[in-house]
């Protein structure tokens, strides 16, 4: 599976994204991840396709959701009132199998990675 992610730019703090993330087929799940500048790679929020179950880390919580359109195998990040701390470059993933859905979280549970695309929030 190839990924093609989309939809990164500059925007204000308190201000909204939405990236994309298109597959060449079928997955068990996808995944966004994002590495700020110095810093590890860390988990965002996953999306399981067989029950459309979600996942996100702690912190961008009630702030991001993940969705998929299972006619385009896509998968979306919506991200809400973003905060100069979500500064990063996003990659999508796509799971090797379905996992219990906090599994997800690991990077170990992908096999394929997208190119990554630049989230810059800034005043």
């Known amino acids: 599976v190839q990924l093609q992610a989309s939809g990164g730019g500059l925007v204000q703090p308190g201000g909204s994204l939405r990236l994309a993330c298109a597959a060449t087929?079928?997955?068990?799940?996808m995944g966004w991840f994002r590495q700020a500048p110095g810093k590890d790679r860390e988990f965002v929020a996953a999306?399981?396709?067989?029950?459309?179950?979600?996942y996100y880390t702690r912190s961008v919580k009630g702030r991001f959701t993940i969705s998929r359109d299972n006619a385009k195998n896509t998968v979306y990040l919506q991200m809400n009132s973003l905060k100069p701390d979500d500064t990063a470059v996003y990659y999508c993933?796509?799971?090797?199998?379905?996992?219990?859905?906090?599994?997800?979280?690991?990077?170990?549970?992908?096999?394929?990675w997208g190119q990554g695309t630049l989230v810059t929030v800034s005043s």
């Open positions: 999306i399981r396709w067989a029950d459309a179950g979600t």
């Open positions: 087929g079928r997955t068990p799940g």
């Open positions: 993933a796509s799971a090797s199998r379905s996992y219990n859905i906090g599994h997800f979280a690991s990077s170990s549970a992908y096999g394929s």
